[in-house]
């Protein structure tokens, strides 16, 4: 059967030969770690711990009363240090919990696993979703408990496992499918039940025949489950386009969401998060990196405790093998530029990737040639040249009436660009503007 795709998108080289045949390994036992008290979307937590009070793996040091929030927990045993502003990877400073480690990793007595699965009502799998502070570990870091409770009126028949891992570079979840098939259709299964839904698909690129054979074996004995082979393109694993691969299905423009269409969609690294957070008891206290780029000595993927500092697991992966002039948490398309390697591995960090000046370097752009090709690329069917041409100018109302606010930022139009204009730069601009013009008249 053909291989499932959408139109629009690139073909983008895929580097994953550094790292695809690597096991996951665990990664580095830090001496100190930094909790953000935000790393996920929705209200940021509160601490819920004190400066000099001992802590355990797993005990919860920061919550929210929102309902679109996720607590933090303690990833390693020790002292807290301190509770204060620390540099974050998405940028800027957050408050966040400072944990020296005593070197024990003590996992706190409460920490049990949950009874089987079958034994788990659905309002049992939200409680246990949401006090271990589970979210989308594809990067957005949505929580997964809000994700699971649809509103009122929407019916949900599909649930998507998101394993396209459509960025270069990146490896871990195509890891965890090859390495841990049952634990990843373990978490689907209770994501589904939570969910109410009868019917799941795991969605896995063509470049990935082991993960393929793997969660079609995985899945055989689970008559409502069943496996999607999609094509290999940039941006396959966006939900949008997951779904219209798949299923055929159209999400609504903005606000409009997945469930609107009546799916579900979260990311293997999710899944297989749930099947530990059920089986161990431990919260989201790590998560599985991948770490890579031609500037790290020894690239790998790892098991990484959340807090851990950047620089910790480039040493762990025997530091650099030459200087990098770019670093970016996540892949190339959409991963965040960092300014150095002292912020921590949060819950939403997928990889960690170290370009050398080749790589990084941005060309200088030249005037648009309207070739068209950024028009083609575009999987949301904008026209990212009068997008862009728009938001230089700061005609931002003629960009809104474009559809600017439907740019997912992916990427694809500039990677695509001959010219090599900035365009999702200046469509980024244009959004941010129309985002705080609209912010002001709900006001
Ligand atoms: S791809 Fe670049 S050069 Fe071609 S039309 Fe789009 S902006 Fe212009
Ligand atoms: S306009 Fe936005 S959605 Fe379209 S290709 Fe460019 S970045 Fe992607």
Not at 309 to 335: E, H, L, N, R, Y
Not at 378 to 385: A, E, I, K, T, Y
Request: aromatic share 4%.
């Amino acid at each position: 059967m053909a291989a499932k795709t959408f139109s629009g998108g690139v073909q983008v080289p895929h580097y994953k030969e550094l790292t695809e045949h690597l096991p996951i390994r665990e990664g580095p036992r830090p001496t100190e770690v930094v909790i953000p008290l935000s790393q996920h979307t929705g209200a940021p937590c509160e601490p819920t711990v004190r400066r000099g009070e001992r802590v355990l793996v797993g005990q919860k040091v920061g919550d929210s009363e929102a309902f679109v929030s996720a607590p933090v927990h303690a990833s390693v045993s020790g002292k807290v240090v301190a509770i204060e502003p620390r540099p974050h990877p998405l940028g800027g400073e957050v408050l966040a919990v400072v944990i020296e480690s005593d070197g024990e990793f003590a996992v706190h007595p409460e920490v049990k696993p949950l009874g089987p699965l079958e034994e788990l009502s659905p309002e049992q799998i939200k409680r246990m979703l949401r006090e271990s502070g589970m979210v989308g570990l594809g990067g957005a870091a949505f929580p997964t408990a809000v994700k699971v409770s649809p509103p009122e009126g929407k019916h949900i028949d599909v649930f998507l496992l998101n394993g396209a891992e459509c960025e270069p570079y990146l490896t871990a979840d195509h890891r965890l499918m090859v390495e841990h098939p049952e634990d990843v259709v373990l978490g689907m299964r209770a994501l589904m039940k939570a969910l109410g839904v009868g019917r799941g698909i795991v969605c896995v690129e063509d470049n990935k025949p082991d993960a393929i054979e793997a969660m079609k074996k995985a899945t055989m004995p689970h008559s409502e489950l069943e496996v999607a082979v999609c094509r290999t393109k940039y941006p396959q694993g966006s939900e949008k386009q997951l779904i219209k691969a798949v299923l055929g299905r159209e999400v609504p423009p903005p606000p409009g969401l997945p469930l609107d269409v009546g799916v579900v969609v979260n990311n293997v690294g999710t899944a297989w998060a749930v099947a530990r957070a059920l089986t161990t008891g431990l919260p989201l206290v790590e998560r599985v990196i991948t770490v890579t780029g031609p500037c790290v000595a020894q690239p790998a993927n790892l098991l990484v405790r959340i807090g851990t500092p950047f620089s910790s697991v480039v040493d762990f992966c025997g530091g650099f093998a030459s200087a990098p002039a770019k670093i970016i948490m996540g892949g190339p398309m959409m991963g965040v530029a960092q300014r150095g390697l002292e912020v921590p591995v949060i819950k939403g960090t997928s990889g960690l990737l170290l370009l050398p000046e080749e790589d990084a370097l941005a060309q200088q752009p030249q005037p648009c040639i309207r070739c068209g090709r950024c028009v083609e690329a575009c999987p949301m069917g904008l026209l990212p040249l009068l997008l862009a041409a728009y938001a230089e100018q700061g005609r931002f109302e003629e960009a809104e009436s474009l559809r600017a606010l439907n740019c997912m930022e992916c990427g694809s139009c500039s990677y695509i660009c001959p010219a090599r204009r900035p365009l999702v730069h200046a469509i980024r601009v244009a959004k941010a503007d129309i985002m705080a013009r609209l912010r002001a008249r709900r006001k």
